[in-house]
């Protein structure tokens, strides 16, 4: 039975001047590497995509200091 994920990557706002950052596909791929000997699985399946975070860093919970 193979391993099924879906990985969602966000991008952000970050440092100064301010760059966007995102998630590169080499992350992608080192994570499903990781995954993929981590397991005992035959086969890790994966969907992926990226989306903006709204929220700007830290990202804490709400109400921490």
Do not use: H, K
């Not at 100064?16 to 590497?33: E, G, I, K, M, Y």
């Not at 397991?39 to 700007?56: D, H, I, L, M, N």
């Amino acid at each position: 039975m193979p391993l099924r994920v879906r990985l969602i990557g966000f991008t952000y706002r970050w440092g100064t001047p301010p760059r966007t950052v995102a998630p590169t596909d080499r992350d992608f791929r080192l994570l499903l590497s990781w995954l993929a000997r981590a397991y005992p699985v035959a086969e890790v399946q994966s969907g992926q995509g990226v989306v903006a975070a709204t929220a700007a860093p830290p990202f804490g919970s709400p109400g921490s200091t």
